[in-house]
């Protein structure tokens, strides 16, 4: 399985930006895709995530109603559409692939196995 994230750039605050994460090897029984981003001394923390059947979002309070996660089946693509960015969004976004997870640790990065390289979003004020 690998996950390529891509899509990160600078923007200003206000702005949008689309990360995609292109898969090859997606298993059958992928069970959760999420993005999670990370800063600088600072653990990885949970953006969003999509329950693979079915298309549930899951979105941290932190961002809820200005990111949407997305998946397109045929592609084997997901995607986080970043509105309305602020420079507190800055940092390194990694998509990742959970075989396992249940409902309740989506937002836990050790409920995990596939991560991708991560993509650099920078919002300036």
């Known amino acids: 399985v690998q996950l390529q994230a891509s899509g990160g750039g600078l923007v200003q605050a206000g702005g949008s930006l689309r990360l995609s994460c292109a898969t090859s090897?997606?298993?059958?029984?992928?069970?959760?895709m999420g993005w999670f981003r990370q800063t600088p001394g600072r653990e990885r923390e949970f953006v969003a995530a999509i329950r693979w059947s079915g298309g549930n979002t899951y979105y941290a309070d932190s961002v809820k109603g200005r990111f949407t996660i997305s998946r397109d089946n045929a592609k084997k693509t997901v995607y986080l559409q970043m509105n309305s960015l602020k420079p507190e969004d800055t940092a390194v976004y990694y998509c990742?692939?959970?075989?396992?997870?249940?409902?309740?640790?989506?937002?836990?990065?050790?409920?995990?196995?596939?991560w991708g390289q991560g993509t650099q979003v920078t919002v300036s004020s």
């Open positions: 090897g997606l298993p059958y029984s992928t069970r959760a």
């Open positions: 990742a692939l959970s075989l396992y997870a249940i409902v309740s640790s989506f937002s836990s990065s050790r409920a995990y196995e596939y």
